[in-house]
């Protein structure tokens, strides 16, 4: 049996090895084997509202750390490019910038399209079979829905596959009236493995015990997780119809007072709806026992901000930041080697350890 397994039978089985949240070795091969394959969410169309901007980022940074950069350029198309100069390795875009027309390397005037596309480099007349496709920045795939935008190092499989269930479920939301807002933007620095923070996710098991004032929006009955192939979502119902989405006849779930879709995307990624817009969580390791979470507000109803199960994020982080501590130090103990689930309330925690052994074991 290889060293990563989960019964795929719930109730024949037992957590994922606790190497996953301890050991250096598998935190390094999880760059490649987990996250490099995965779709990330990298922000917002508004990055690059107009023709000829230039946004530098940092795909996870203190992690995968991969200089990335979105243009937009003057025909209109966004592209999600490498910002590293193919000729010796310098960033070609340090900041923010408008109304470009190309992008040139500072380093020695390596001149490329906002598309990528090589165009000239002084004093290489005599350089042979040059240039060639090499010489093109690398061009990483983008997936928009809405006004939300993805990309993969190393696209494994497509965007649908991991996206497909949420959009469908949610096509009734006019996504592109959703507004960033950094104001209400949070980032939190959790002393836990990105995993552990991941799989407390993924169960509403411990809302009685944990969240007391998520616990008085939620019906606790009727809170229920489906799981799909790279995504799961789980349902927070209300007691009463207050605070809830105004559902349309299309909806899925119209005549139920939904408060709150948590889906979790594999596998680091949370999109949280509200009625009053979007809280994005994007889970980045930075150590075996080091996160870093991004709390991304999209706002779409600021009247109905901060209400319901929507309210008190902040408290409710807390909550779960202390719990994941408590894990962490816990996990580490030679009396702990693996736990059971309930098969009624964990099957978002099953799935997850599942995909991580699927991918540590290749």
């Not at 680091?268 to 979470?293: D, E, H, R």
């Amino acid at each position: 049996m290889s060293q990563f397994y989960v019964d795929p039978n719930i109730a024949k089985a037992s957590t994922i090895s606790t190497d996953v949240y301890t050991s250096k070795a598998i935190f390094e091969a999880a760059k490649e084997k987990i996250f490099a394959s995965s779709w990330q969410f990298i922000g917002s169309r508004e990055i690059v509202k107009f023709n000829g901007d230039v946004q530098p980022f940092t795909l996870l940074e203190n992690y995968m750390n991969e200089p990335l950069m979105l243009t937009k350029d003057t025909a209109g198309e966004v592209h999600c490019l490498s910002n590293v100069c193919t000729h010796r390795g310098n960033l070609i875009s340090y900041k923010q910038c408008s109304k470009a027309t190309n992008l040139r390397c500072k380093y020695h005037g390596r001149l490329f399209e906002l598309s990528g596309k090589f165009i000239s480099m002084p004093e290489f007349k005599e350089v042979e079979n040059f240039p060639c496709e090499a010489d093109n920045l690398p061009v990483l795939p983008l997936f928009n829905w809405g006004n939300l935008l993805f990309t993969s190092l190393h696209k494994k499989d497509e965007a649908p596959i991991y996206l497909s269930e949420m959009m469908e479920r949610l096509h009734w939301l006019p996504l592109d009236e959703f507004v960033y807002r950094g104001d209400l933007s949070k980032t939190f620095d959790i002393d836990a493995s990105w995993a552990l923070y991941c799989e407390n996710y993924l169960e509403g098991f411990h809302i009685p015990f944990v969240h007391a004032s998520l616990n008085s929006a939620l019906s606790f009955g009727d809170y229920t997780t489906e799981l799909y192939a790279k995504a799961s979502l789980q349902l927070g119902v209300s007691k009463d119809a207050a605070n809830c989405f105004d559902l349309p006849k299309t909806s899925i779930d119209y005549g139920t007072n939904v408060a709150a879709y948590y889906f979790w995307v594999y596998p680091n990624m949370m999109f949280n709806f509200y009625p009053w817009g979007l809280s994005v969580n994007i889970v980045s390791p930075v150590a075996v026992n080091k996160t870093k979470v991004e709390f991304l507000t999209f706002m779409w109803k600021e009247e109905k901000y901060d209400k319901g199960a929507g309210s008190d994020l902040d408290k409710v982080e807390m909550e779960d930041e202390e719990i994941v501590h408590s894990v962490q130090k816990g996990i580490v103990s030679r009396f702990y080697q693996h736990g059971r689930y309930s098969v009624t309330r964990e099957t978002g925690t099953h799935h997850f350890h599942r995909l991580l052994a699927e991918s540590l074991n290749h």
